[in-house]
């Protein structure tokens, strides 16, 4: 039990609290306010002058299974074998010893969605883990399944088409694996519990899907597969984020419209491929404008997850709201991501996941000085 006391504190939910203290008891959020008392047996850490924020979310990357410094040893995303590996999961595949994810952790990235890669149009089921080191993965998991993994344009058509000669070979081949995918999940469905019933690990995962026990991930850059991935979708009656959404402010009025979610970026890269040449700085001011629920990724190890704030920080120079910006990587990332009661806030009954900061984490200068996760705070090493 402890309370951090007289920071500035950003709760995401109302205005900053000057002078404040936060109680932190049984890994929980206990009270925040600047007029409580601190009850008696209560450690307290004065954070006076500091900055006091939700944990970071990073809503897309693949820590763990990018190992860093590990190079082709450390590949676990991308089983390319076959287009459609729906029973893959990244849970098997994290490396809990990885780099990335300590420095995520000391960077103050206390949640991250782990995925696996967009080589296959059906790639394998997400994760969610705190990135505090434990003994194994397992203990880090939040959610165990957090999406299923779908991938449109270049890479797919690249690394089956180009590289392997077999579909998808086209757009239209990658739509089409994806649709007799979901049609085949339908029809086993309707057998499941009957004589001639064959269990399928695979088509269990896309059943999770259709029953909206978890969500499609659809990695998307072009306006054009931003706008497939939503057809699908609707023609299924399923859940889907589109991830990457590199393209979306050109359709923004559809995704506000279909109330359709996105987890944008990396936005710090260059125009590596094709189907980023339109990539744009302004892309999170646009969305906001138009009303469409967006988060930001690092996309990790593309980008480092311990600089989000950085990218975050660089979308306020091109006009989105700072309170907002800060948003797409806390509150409203957990929301997307369905942990919004848990996860994203400084308020009651919310997991004790916060970071203190010598100033604001938008400011180059700033850093993280203690990073708190289930209510267990641990002197930031950077």
């Known amino acids: 039990m402890f309370a951090l006391i007289g920071g500035k504190v950003l709760t995401m939910r109302g205005e900053p609290i000057d002078n404040a203290k936060v109680l932190i008891k049984d890994g929980k959020i206990l009270a925040v306010g600047r007029n409580i008392e601190v009850p008696d047996g209560f450690h307290t850490i004065d954070v006076t002058g500091k900055i006091v924020t939700p944990g970071i979310i990073d809503a897309h990357t693949h820590l763990g299974v990018y190992g860093e410094a590990m190079a082709w040893a450390g590949e676990d995303a991308n089983e390319k074998s076959e287009p459609v590996t ?6 098997d595949a994290i490396n809990p010893a990885d780099i990335g994810l300590a420095e995520a952790y000391h960077g103050g990235i206390t949640t991250v969605m782990i995925a696996p890669g967009s080589a296959n149009p059906i790639g394998g089921q997400c994760v969610i883990a705190k990135t505090k080191k434990k003994t194994t993965a397992d203990d880090m998991i939040i959610r165990k399944h957090a999406g299923l993994k779908i991938a449109f344009g270049e890479n797919p058509r690249r690394c089956f088409g180009a590289e392997q000669k ?16 979901f049609y085949k999940a339908e029809q086993y469905m309707k057998k499941q519990g009957k004589k001639d019933f064959q269990f399928n690990l695979g088509l269990e995962a896309v059943v999770r899907v259709l029953r909206k026990e978890m969500p499609l991930r659809a990695h998307a850059h072009r306006a054009d597969d931003i706008v497939t991935a939503i057809r699908i979708a609707k023609e299924f009656g399923v859940d ?13 009025d559809v995704l506000a419209r279909e109330d359709v979610p996105a987890i944008l970026g990396p936005t710090l890269t260059t125009r590596s491929k094709l189907e980023l040449k339109d990539k744009s700085m302004a892309a999170p001011a646009i969305l906001h404008q138009q009303g469409v629920r967006f988060a930001m990724m690092s996309d990790h190890p593309v980008i480092p997850s311990c600089f989000l704030p950085v990218y975050a920080g660089l979308a306020t120079r091109y006009g989105l709201p700072e309170e907002q910006g800060l948003k797409m990587i806390t509150s409203e990332a ?26 604001h984490p938008f400011h180059l200068a700033s850093r993280p000085e203690l990073v708190i996760v289930d209510g267990v705070a641990e002197q930031a090493n950077n």
């Open 240 to 252: 889907i984020i589109i991830e990457h959404a590199t393209e979306s402010y050109l359709v923004a």
């Open 86 to 91: 729906p029973g893959m999961h990244t849970l």
């Open 334 to 359: 957990a929301k997307i991501l369905g942990l919004g009661n848990q996860l994203g806030s400084i308020a009651p009954g919310l997991d004790a996941d916060l970071v203190v900061w010598s100033g």
């Open 166 to 181: 077999k579909a998808p070979i086209t757009r239209m081949a990658t739509a089409n694996i994806i649709r007799e995918t």
